[in-house]
Nanobody
Framework: EVQLVEPGGGLVQAGGSLRPPCAAS????????IAWFRQAPGNEREGVSC????????YHADSVKGRFTTSTDNAKNAVYLQMTSLKPEDTDVYLC????????????????WGQGVQVTVSS
């Protein structure tokens, strides 16, 4: 079982940056891949990024490519979503999720989820 906690999020002006962490704990037979999704009320979860268990491979959705990066800190068992050049349309609840490798694009493929954090970008 894997537990995920996202203590970050917040309010930022357009063009600003945020770096919410996803802290992982627990045990898993396979070191999981960690993904970030985002969801607005009434909408489906949208895949934002994924990083492989060894940190060597990342995926980013076209809507955030060039603005968001994903990295790991193995000493802290954390994955960070570095968000830059934020736009009002990036306003959403952001959730991290874990699944056995490799990275997967569908939210249904992820068994473990954090509680989600609100990211609000003002214009």
């Amino acid at each position: 079982e894997v537990q995920l906690v996202e203590p970050g999020g917040g309010l930022v002006q357009a063009g600003g940056s945020l770096r919410p962490p996803c802290a992982a704990s627990g045990s898993s037979r396979d070191v999981p891949s960690i993904a970030w999704f985002r969801q607005a009320p009434g909408n489906e979860r949208e895949g934002v990024s994924c990083i492989s268990s060894n940190g060597r491979s990342t995926y980013h959705a076209d809507s955030v490519k060039g603005r968001f990066t994903t990295s790991t800190d193995n000493a802290k068992n954390a994955v960070y979503l570095q968000m830059t050049s934020l736009k009002p349309e990036d306003t959403d609840v952001y959730l991290c999720a874990a699944a056995p490798p490799p990275c997967r694009s569908k939210s249904d493929d992820y068994s473990y989820w954090g509680q989600g954090v609100q990211v609000t970008v003002s214009s």
